[in-house]
């Protein structure tokens, strides 16, 4: 099959379909420096699958914003936008653009995509359980879980 410009388009890639899309909020991605978890050896762990990390912009202006700020939550969002390469070289990720809270955000986003959600937010995950979306969260300070 030919596209319009008459070249064949390119191949899919096999595990293009298989990969796990794997949404990430600001709280979670701020897990490697508060608790010392390798989030690329952890999630590889529990997701049997090739993983792609979905950030929302909203969580990147999150992320921008406490690196401004003062305190142990802004060396933390300081620490991941400088190691994001690190995280990049991991996974693929997906940055979607988003507007408004991103709790909303990813809500909006996990009912119309096929998606797990990682989050230590007890709120969203719960909203996020009872709409059937597979949750990932932090337990025991040092692991990652599907609860």
């Given at each position: 099959m030919?596209?319009?410009?008459?070249?064949?388009?390119?191949?899919?890639?096999?595990?293009?379909?298989?990969?796990?899309?794997?949404?990430?909020?600001?709280?979670?991605l701020?897990?490697?420096?508060?608790?010392g978890?390798?989030?690329?050896?952890?999630?590889?762990?529990?997701?049997?699958?090739?993983?792609?990390?979905?950030?929302?912009?909203?969580?990147?202006?999150?992320?921008?914003?406490?690196?401004?700020?003062?305190?142990?939550?802004?060396?933390?969002?300081?620490?991941?936008?400088?190691?994001?390469?690190?995280?990049?070289s991991?996974?693929p990720?997906?940055?979607?653009?988003?507007t408004?809270?991103?709790?909303e955000?990813?809500?909006?986003?996990?009912?119309?995509?096929?998606?797990t959600?990682?989050?230590?937010?007890?709120?969203?995950?719960?909203?996020?359980l009872?709409?059937?979306?597979?949750?990932?969260?932090?337990?025991?300070?040092?692991?990652l879980?599907?609860?």
């Amino acid at each position: 099959m030919k596209n319009n410009q008459g070249t064949a388009p390119p191949p899919i890639s096999p595990t293009a379909s298989l990969r796990r899309r794997v949404v990430v909020d600001t709280n979670f991605l701020l897990m490697p420096y508060e608790y010392g978890i390798d989030l690329p050896t952890e999630l590889t762990r529990i997701v049997h699958a090739p993983i792609t990390l979905v950030i929302s912009s909203g969580t990147e202006r999150e992320l921008d914003t406490l690196a401004g700020r003062t305190g142990r939550r802004a060396t933390a969002a300081r620490f991941i936008l400088q190691n994001m390469a690190l995280l990049k070289s991991k996974f693929p990720i997906e940055i979607i653009p988003s507007t408004g809270e991103v709790d909303e955000w990813i809500i909006k986003f996990a009912r119309n995509n096929v998606v797990t959600v990682a989050t230590n937010d007890v709120r969203l995950r719960k909203r996020l359980l009872g709409m059937g979306v597979p949750v990932i969260v932090m337990k025991g300070k040092s692991k990652l879980d599907f609860v």
